[in-house]
């Protein structure tokens, strides 16, 4: 005869059913999402990496690789180098402590290297609240650091390009000098 | 008969034990045709047949979408900075007389220095304290120099990239080892009959060592048509080293023997 093993009931069973349920609410779970961190955090990861691929890696361009945060922090960002000497661009997408992605880059997109000095996301934000007074509510999709392009008269800045989507589906665009932390043009588009 | 044949074959077990003995210790004293032992606090790492995929993550994707706009851009700067150029146009007469203004001025000064040579002693002694003093600040700022070169060294530490050694150990069984870094070309390792001999005695070649990524990647191994890949997560702040026993390679990388440790810089 099979002797059978006869199922947990009564106290026993719901002793051992309370056991268990402290045991896996007190157990340490993984958490999916990242701390967001302003951009010159992520920065010296980004930089390390860079130089380990080639000796004259410049940094051209960044922008916020996830969401931004009300603050002007996310939890990823994005950075393009340019090697002369290799003729080559590489990305590198930074999170807290960790580079998420490193792959070379074929946009050929060949700006002025950023300025060493520039103001960091959340500063930058804050100061552009500062003088869009209607924008202190809102948070902006995007946030791209880069050199040349964005202002005419100064075209050698570095300057931050605020977008903030408009509930009309446009977008109000700002760009502020990362050096001087002035607004330098607006426009809504 | 038979005690003769006892004695001989008691001769002869002496004779091949005392030649065995010998030879036994020869053999252990001899260096191992494997690889040498890692360093304490290494782990083994275990290759894959194929590179292992990336997680697929996006990175820059205004600048992917936007493209066209921002390039547009950067040819308007580039345009108006081309157009600013303007043709060339005659000197302005008040600027050669300037430059002989000037030239008068520094013939002048020249004469002034020459009356102010010929002082007195006193002057001479005067000097002689400026002169002390000079040195002096020069002392200070030269202190004050190093301490700024030990703070640059400290940040230069903090800024430079991890490295990667690759060390090889134990008798090959080919003549050619490639490594392949991902941000690098491949390596052809070539193994002579002198390094050979070394490994054989027990000997670790440094085969490659470079900056790498502070990040988790592969490295391809190859010898004699077999691939592997090893995956290591590389720390910002150590230098890591690879141990890759030779006797190991075979057409099974899966089976390997490859140590990793590291230490921090």
Same mark, same amino acid.
């Given at each position: ?20 349920? $402290? ?27 860079? =130089? ?26 994005? $950075? ?28 050929? $997109? ?42 005419? =008269? ?18 109000? $665009? ?16 | 008969? +038979? #005690? ?5 074959? &008691?001769? &002869? ?25 890692? #360093? ?58 300037? #430059? ?10 020249? +004469? ?20 002390? +003093? ?132």
């Amino acid at each position: 005869m099979v002797k059978r093993c006869r199922p947990l009931r009564g106290e026993h069973g719901r002793v051992v059913s309370v056991l268990l349920l $402290f045991v896996w609410a007190v157990l340490p779970r993984e958490s999916a999402a990242t701390e967001p961190i302003a951009a010159r955090s992520a920065l010296p990861l980004a930089e390390k990496a860079a =130089r380990a691929w080639a000796p004259d890696a410049t940094l051209l361009y960044l922008e916020n690789d996830e969401a931004l945060a009300p603050d002007g922090r996310a939890e990823r960002w994005g $950075f393009l180098y340019h090697s002369a000497l290799l003729a080559r661009s590489r990305a590198y997408s930074v999170e807290a402590g960790r580079i998420a992605v490193a792959e070379d880059c074929d946009l050929r $997109f060949q700006s002025a290297p950023i300025s060493s000095t520039w103001i960091d996301s959340e500063a930058a934000l804050a100061k552009v609240r500062g003088e869009e007074t209607q924008l202190v509510e809102q948070t902006p999709a995007h946030m791209l650091l880069v050199r040349g392009p964005l202002d005419d =008269r100064e075209p050698d800045r570095t300057s931050w390009l605020l977008v903030f989507p408009q509930p009309d589906g446009t977008s109000r $665009f700002v760009v502020f000098d990362a050096t001087s932390g002035e607004v330098r043009r607006r426009w809504n588009g | 008969m +038979s #005690r003769a044949m006892t004695t001989v074959r &008691a001769l &002869a077990l002496r004779s091949v034990l005392r030649l065995a003995l010998p030879f036994s210790l020869a053999m252990v004293g001899c260096p191992a045709t494997a690889g040498v032992e890692p #360093r304490a606090g290494a782990e083994q790492v275990h290759l894959e047949r194929a590179r292992p995929e990336p997680d697929e993550v996006k990175t820059l994707r205004f600048l992917r979408e936007n493209r066209a706009f921002l390039r547009g851009r950067l040819d308007a700067v580039r345009t108006a900075w081309d157009s600013a150029i303007g043709a060339p146009t005659s000197i302005d007469a008040r600027w050669i007389r300037h #430059r002989a203004e000037l030239d008068a001025a520094r013939a002048a000064l020249a +004469s002034s220095h020459r009356a102010a040579a010929e002082d007195s002693l006193n002057d001479g002694l005067r000097a002689l304290a400026e002169l002390e +003093s000079a040195l002096e600040a020069l002392e200070r700022t030269a202190r004050e120099q190093s301490e700024r070169l030990t703070e640059l060294r400290s940040e230069l530490d903090e800024s430079r990239p991890p490295s990667l050694v690759l060390l090889f150990s134990g008798a090959s069984p080919s003549s050619e080892i490639a490594w392949t870094p991902e941000i690098s070309p491949a390596r052809w390792i070539q193994l002579d009959a002198q390094t050979k001999e070394a490994l054989s005695r027990g000997g670790i070649v440094e085969a490659w060592n470079g900056y790498v990524e502070p990040r988790r990647q592969s490295f391809e191994l190859a010898s004699d048509g077999a691939v592997g890949y090893l995956t290591l997560a590389v720390e910002p702040a150590s230098s890591h080293y690879v141990l890759v026993d030779l006797s190991s390679l075979g057409s099974d990388p899966t089976a390997w023997v490859v140590h990793h440790w590291t230490e921090a810089r």
